[in-house]
């Protein structure tokens, strides 16, 4: 259950990033309530993930992975342009998440 609690923050986090994109500075009001819903969301699936998960691992994936799906919305929604820097820093990224979910002892269930 813990890991679900993890997505759930995590996609509540990109959607929060992704409306700060959009409200212009908190000048439009539908995407600024998303933001401080999402944030909100976020923060709360997150301090239900850290009652099984360590800090630092559950932060980790929460980080990585979202950094990762923040730039893809970017990527399509907002025209960002990603070139080979971007792609190989990503991939480490999200290599990294895979190494420590799959091979850590601290990994919780």
Do not use: C, H
Not at 68 to 74: F, G, M, P, R, W
């Amino acid at each position: 259950m813990s890991y679900l609690f993890l997505v759930f923050a995590i996609l509540s986090e990109v959607t929060a990033t992704s409306a700060l994109k959009a409200s212009n500075g908190f000048t439009r009001v539908g995407p600024s309530l998303l933001v401080v819903l999402g944030y909100s969301s976020a923060l709360y699936f997150l301090s239900l993930t850290l009652r099984t998960i360590p800090v630092g691992v559950a932060y980790a994936i929460w980080s990585g992975i979202g950094v990762a799906l923040v730039t893809l919305v970017a990527w399509i929604f907002f025209r960002q342009r990603l070139d080979w820097a971007a792609i190989l820093g990503l991939s480490l990224i999200l290599a990294g998440v895979l190494v420590l979910y799959l091979f850590s002892k601290t990994v919780g269930n």
